[in-house]
């Protein structure tokens, strides 16, 4: 296991724990919300998510408070509210793992997230805490406000060797899925396919960036050259104290942070 940042005291009281996993990484956060603002976090990744990773991050974790845990996995789907989307997300993803089955409600949008999380995640959470909820990373995206006003929009964020994808058409949800990646030309691969698909325009669909990616990046300079309209998510949630890296690497935390205040 590889912690990539450390930002904030960790020992600060907070009354709200924010956990994002994904198959390589965990996001944890402390969140005041009191003051509305993230006092910490920690960014670890790994190359292998089993029981004893999960419990060596949690035991970082000392806030007797509420813990939000939210699954940033490739399993799940999308059905409309009241319908019951459980089998068919078993048998679309039928995992060779343990898993529990969650779902949230999107009623902005009208929609229902059926999605599966490891069970190793939810037995080692809920041994230790007992104020724990769940939410998915896309439940978290559409709830959001992004502040890109576009008929046509991509949003897409970067967590080691996985992307999200979330494309908005004429104010509809078109498509909300997670991706692997080993080369910047995945990406755009992807991308391609994704406005082929949904006959988007290369030139005026907006594509939002957020997560782990510079400006100076290779990964920024390849996607340019296919979408000249990008631009950085942003935050009007205030930064972590002593916080000097770009305000969009944390955008999901943010994202979850605003969810739940």
């Excluded at 799940?76 to 078993?90: A, D, H, K, M, R």
């Excluded at 692997?180 to 030139?203: A, G, H, R």
Aim: glycine share 4%.
């Amino acid at each position: 296991m590889k912690t990539l940042f450390q930002l904030g005291d960790q020992s600060k009281n907070v009354n709200k724990v924010l956990c994002e996993w994904s198959r390589q990484h965990c996001c944890l956060a402390g969140f005041d919300s009191k003051a509305n603002q993230l006092s910490w976090l920690t960014y670890n990744t790994y190359d292998q998510l089993d029981e004893a990773t999960i419990q060596t991050i949690i035991n970082e974790v000392t806030s007797s408070g509420t813990i939000i845990v939210s699954s940033a996995f490739p399993e799940s789907i999308f059905t409309p509210l009241g319908y019951n989307g459980e089998e068919v997300l078993q048998n679309l993803y039928n995992s060779a793992k343990p898993v529990v089955a969650l779902s949230d409600n999107v009623n902005e949008w009208q929609v229902k997230n059926h999605y599966l999380l490891p069970k190793a995640i939810h037995n080692v959470i809920n041994h230790k805490f007992s104020n724990v909820s769940y939410i998915n990373f896309f439940t978290v995206a559409l709830k959001g406000d992004n502040g890109i006003v576009a008929s046509e929009q991509i949003a897409v964020h970067f967590s080691p060797n996985q992307f999200s994808v979330l494309v908005k058409k004429s104010g509809q949800l078109q498509l909300a899925q997670l991706y692997s990646y080993q080369s910047p030309l995945d990406v755009v691969y992807y991308l391609m396919k994704i406005v082929d698909e949904f006959n988007l325009s290369k030139e005026e669909t907006v594509l939002i960036i957020s997560g782990l990616i510079e400006e100076s990046s290779d990964l920024y300079r390849e996607m340019y050259q296919y979408f000249p309209n990008i631009q950085f998510a942003t935050s009007t949630m205030p930064s972590i104290e002593g916080d000097t890296y770009p305000s969009h690497f944390f955008t999901s935390i943010y994202n979850l942070a605003a969810c739940v205040s």
